[in-house]
């Protein structure tokens, strides 16, 4: 277009992706932040199998500061889900709006619920 | 009668001249007494005389005076002509047409020439300049300040899209060139297209309405009039403009017109037609708020300019843009930054840009991952189009495409914890209406705009 910036119109730059996890008891708590499509989905689940391979029993995942998830990061926490049915499954904590939204039409809700905290989450079991 | 009495004595001194010396004395007598009756006259018309000379003297003054009065009179009537003139060239009846937008004005120069002055111009990247003047007083010397004042509005809108900085360099410019008396009030607007947004200077003008059945707004700003003051202090504001929004700019001529009662048209009685016919086009509201005036300045002949502008955001052309690349997922964000940039800045906000990103997300990693099986020799194309009432984005692989119908529900209780379909899934909660082709290597996706039905 060759447009002169007249007005300011920049789409927001994506928060990067950063994930980090520890143990507590059985449980892990893997904490994400920022947009998590394809690549970042990846990286997230490498983290959290190698959490299950050190014996986590339970993954509660703090998506507090995440903006923004697609289809593969949901395909990652159900594959987790699924390796720990058994022992307690994956659990979300702190959900943004938006991203809650996305577990309601998914109906993943249902299964890793959408909780108010790490804590409640821990409790849930 | 002296005459008469003279040739009569004639005729008598023909017949008995020598025979009655008597009657010598008696004409004697006679003569003597018409001579000084002659003298007697003589010295009653000399008067008269003189009267009649000075009589004729103003004759020839007044004629000489009104004459010149005449001549004056066509001098002014001549200048007027040539003010009328000028103020036509500097309104030109037409303006032309700009894409995106439609407007109407309605221009109506006073017989003593005020200093209304209207334009709407194409300023490019896609910006568009809305300028509404009055230059104080009448005849030749406004039309002169309106001469200064124009041009330095065609100077300075070139390169220059703040009309703030616009109206400072105005300011400067009539105040140099003009009398210290000399003055304007001065609204202008750079509405940008593509945003919908417009930014605005009000120079102590009458303030331009901008309305809708659910909006009523008056466009102000910090500032004084434009020519008078070495520091205006302009302030500069900005406004989105809507589709439904209709943009109303009149100058003083109109609110300040007398009816027969004595009454101003005024503010309040405009703004009150406004809200009641701001739903018509632009050139329905000017000739209706026209018909308005008229109804109530009745006969009465008005004494300023009058001017009326109305404008609305009109469709524009699609936008439309093709992007094509390799099936490498790290590409994405090219895609994404060119189409979301552009629905941001038509002020998409934010819930609809979020559910664009993600449809658009899970349409390209499908073709890269499934359709084209991550083969980087094969293209992901995306092409785009957006109007002023939805985006539609077009996502097409190079494989052999699939069956949308085929594929489980997975937010059946009994498909939840199946791998695959939420993908789509998500595109068809977060797009207005998504369509595969024949083959399923391509799927096209609605995005309404927010502000669309």
Redesign the interface.
Known sequence: MG??T??E????P?TPFTVRSEMRGDAAIVTASGHI???EAERLGKEINQRIEEGARVIVLDLGDVT?V???C??VL??A??RLRDSGGLRVARPQP?VRQ?LE????I??FGAYDSVEDALQAR | MTRERHSGVSHASGEDAVSAPEDVRILQAELKEARSEIARLRALLAPLQEELKGLQATRQEVERLSHELEQQTGRIEQQLAVARQFQSLFNPPALPEIEGVSFAIRYEPCRLVGGDLYDIFDMGNSCVGILVADVAGHGLATTLVTAVARMAFDTFRQNEYSPRVIMEKVNTQVMRHTLSNQFLTAFLGVLDLETSRMKYVNAAHPRPVVCAPDRFELLDTEGLCCGMFEEPRYGEKEIVLRPTDRLILFTRGLIDSFGPDCQPYGEARLHAFLKAHCDAPPAEIVKLVMEDFRGHIGQTEPTEDITILALSLAPRRAFEDRIVIPSEPQLLHRIENRILSRLEALNYGERALFGVRLALEEAVINAIKHGNKMDKAKKVTVTYSITDKECVISVEDEGEGFDPSAVPDPTDDANLELPHGRGLVLMRAYMDEVSYNEKGNRVVMRKKAPWAD
Do not use: D, N, P
């Not at chain 1, 119109?9 to 927001?12: D, I, L, N, Q």
């Not at chain 1, 039409?105 to 993943?108: A, N, P, V």
């Open positions: 447009r002169l007249v007005f119109a920049k789409v927001k994506q499509a394809e690549m923004f697609t289809s593969a949901l395909g159900m594959g889900h699924k938006l996305i039409i998914t109906k993943l249902r299964l």
